[in-house]
Structures are given as C-alpha cells and as structure tokens.
C-alpha cells in the first residue's frame, strides 16, 4: 500500500524509456541519413513512439537532435580533470579519438561537417558546438587558476587549436591519433598559449 510520503514519480519510468528510445532513433537516423534526412516521422516510428510524444517534448528536429547529441557527447567525452593542462588535454584527444574512430562517431562527424547550411540545421549545430567548448573550457579555467596558462587565454581558440588536428585525422586523414600524437598535440597547444 503507498503512502504520500512515497514518490510518485519512478525514476527510470515510462518518461526516461521514451527519452531514451527517442534519443537512440535519432542517433540512428542521423548517423544513416544525416541531418537533412533526419524526421520526426522516422524517429517515432523507431522509437516506437507517437510524433506528438516527440513534438511535445522537442517541438523540432533540430531541438531533438541537439538534445541527442549533447546527451551523447556528455557521456561519452566527459571533461577530464588530471591535474595537468596537458593530461588534461590528452585525455579529452583521447576520448574523442575513440568516439570518433567508432562507426556512430565517424557518421555523425561527418554529417555535421559535411551537412548543408540549412539555417536551423546551422543553428542546431552551433549550439552543440557551444555546449561543448562551455563544458570543455572548465580544463582551461582550471590550468589558469594553476599559474599553467596567463589569465585572458582565449579559452575557445586553445581548444580549437587541440581538436582541430584530431579531426582532421578522423574526417580526412584517415591517420592514427596514438599517445605519441596527443601528447605532442597537448604540449605544443599548451606552448603557443603561454608564448
């Protein structure tokens, strides 16, 4: 027998299956047939959901699918805190090697660099990208705070500059991102920023 002091509301319930199901299709779709491919329709039928469940939820494809890819990114490249800038740096390389290299991550690299500039898709995109380097900057503030960087280092640029070459190597390159490269990566970021 429940009493109101029980909550109501199970976590892991119907809601976080749905969230979940929906959230897998869409990687799916994306993955399969790029952001331009990418509909409601095909999501729900997937998920096995109604396409109200999802437009009550994210209203648009491009809502959902920021919201997919964010979910994703945060598990699967989480910021590293080593202690260093440069372990600091060389994990997060690492993380998105692997990410990256795997068959889900190559698809949907892909899809976003290559993706028409279709204005919500655009915006869609640029708002993932923000949502990474706003968690990512927090290794960058902390290797200020340790004397590793000057205050005022542009915490944007200095990531770019790291997760530049390791796309590079995923998307056109096709060349191995070992230790040795991170490594070397990390040091020189780290060097053109205290210079």
């Known amino acids: 027998m429940s009493t109101t002091n029980e909550v109501r509301r199970r976590p892991g319930g119907r809601s976080a299956r749905v969230r979940s199901a929906v959230f897998?299709?869409?990687?799916?779709v994306l993955a399969e047939a790029g952001a331009a491919g990418l509909t409601i329709a095909e999501v729900a039928k997937r998920a096995g959901v109604h396409?109200?469940?999802?437009?009550?939820?994210?209203?648009?494809?491009?809502?959902?699918?920021?919201?997919?890819l964010s979910e994703l990114s945060a598990e699967l490249l989480p910021?590293?805190?080593?202690?260093?800038?440069e372990g600091d740096l060389v994990a997060?390389?690492?993380?998105l090697a692997e990410y990256?290299?795997?068959?889900?991550?190559?698809?949907?690299?892909?899809?976003f660099a290559l993706s028409?500039?279709?204005?919500?898709i655009g915006a869609a995109r640029a708002e993932f990208w923000q949502a990474r380097f706003d968690e990512c900057s927090l290794l960058v503030t902390r290797a200020i705070t340790r004397g590793e960087l000057p205050e005022g280092?542009?915490?944007?640029?200095?990531?770019?500059?790291f997760v530049a070459p390791?796309?590079?190597?995923?998307?056109?390159?096709?060349?191995?991102?070992?230790?040795l490269f991170l490594e070397q990566l990390a040091e020189t970021t780290g060097k053109a920023f205290t210079a």
Not at 53 to 66: D, F, G, M, N, Q
Not at 92 to 95: F, K, N, P
Not at 116 to 120: I, L, M, V
């Open 153 to 161: 280092t542009d915490e944007r640029r200095l990531l770019e500059s």
């Open 92 to 95: 997060l390389g690492r993380s």
């Open 51 to 68: 396409e109200t469940s999802i437009y009550r939820r994210w209203s648009t494809r491009e809502r959902l699918a920021v919201e997919a």
């Open 24 to 28: 897998t299709a869409t990687l799916e």
């Open 166 to 179: 390791i796309h590079f190597r995923i998307l056109m390159t096709r060349q191995a991102i070992d230790q």
């Open 79 to 85: 910021t590293p805190d080593t202690g260093t800038l």
């Open 100 to 111: 990256g290299q795997s068959p889900l991550g190559r698809a949907l690299m892909r899809t």
């Open 116 to 120: 028409d500039d279709e204005e919500a």
